[in-house]
């Protein structure tokens, strides 16, 4: 476990990533290469039915100044300067895509041994201010998450979490959407050795009156392989196998199956990342 409670999107991160994590239906591919003054660049393509996607992505680091830009297909411009520890606890974000004029942000992330706060605003004359905080130890945490648009003076979002976490178990409680959906996460570490883990994931919806579950495990075959599968309500099977067959580059197959319509063809998808 990690020292404090950490940021709000990190309660239940760990059974959304079991759960959610790595499964495609979509083939991509990523390769990363170093400059010799240590620019990482990565070039990525996806395909998504009949529609092709690619980007081309570079990272800086110096000292505690990290800067990240890339160019897709669309001809946007996304850069994210990110300073580390300005102060301790403390990381400043400055993100904005070109040429859309209103999409800056600066976000302030600050890391305590009972709390972490982030907040963030809009850089232009009528932003939407964000504000997340989570108060607790490594045991037990209390979080919210809360947006105001002050163009019209109205909370567009406000949300709150609970997460209770153990040596090898991490259960949540999450309100969203206004508090019309409560989910509840629960993620339990079954053998370390072998990254052996279970988890699951129940939403209900207050005004729809639905509800969605989804069950998932993964277990590591060696060092080098991971497996994952899942199952929802609706009859969704899907699997994952992931190997890295040399250091950081992974290849990664996954499947989707409909159980209550089998004669339907499966979803593959394939994902390859390459880094030297």
Not at 4 to 18: E, H, M, N, V
Request: aromatic letters at 8%; a neutral charge; glycine letters at 8%.
């Amino acid at each position: 476990m990690g020292k404090g409670p950490g940021l709000y999107p990190d309660i239940g991160k760990k059974a959304r990533d079991l759960l959610y994590r790595d499964y495609q239906s979509d083939h991509k591919f990523s390769l990363t290469t170093y400059a010799a003054n240590g620019v990482a660049i990565t070039s990525s393509g996806s395909r998504k039915g009949d529609l092709y996607l690619a980007d081309v992505s570079t990272k800086l680091v110096n000292k505690n100044i990290t800067t990240d830009v890339k160019v897709d297909t669309n001809s946007k411009l996304f850069t994210t300067i990110t300073v580390d520890e300005a102060a301790p606890g403390l990381k400043t974000i400055l993100s904005f895509i070109a040429p859309d004029q209103k999409s800056g942000k600066i976000e302030l992330q600050y890391l305590h041994e009972y709390a972490g706060i982030c907040t963030s605003i809009g850089l232009t004359a009528s932003p939407i201010v964000n504000f997340s905080g989570v108060a607790g130890n490594n045991t037990v945490s209390l979080g919210t998450d809360v947006s105001f648009d002050t163009a019209s003076g109205n909370f567009t979002k406000y949300n709150a979490a609970l997460s209770f976490t153990t040596s090898d178990l991490i259960a949540s409680v999450i309100l969203n959407d206004k508090a019309d959906t409560i989910t509840a996460s629960y993620y339990h570490t079954v053998s370390p050795l072998t990254n052996t883990a279970v988890g699951a994931e129940l939403s209900h919806g207050f005004s729809s009156n639905e509800n969605s579950l989804s069950i998932g495990t993964q277990h590591s075959l060696d060092p080098l392989t991971m497996v994952k599968a899942r199952v929802n309500n609706a009859g969704i099977a899907s699997a994952v196998l992931q190997h890295e067959w040399r250091p950081k580059s992974l290849f990664t197959i996954s499947g989707e199956v409909d159980t209550r319509a089998i004669e339907k063809s499966a979803k593959v998808g394939l994902a390859l990342a390459l880094k030297p």
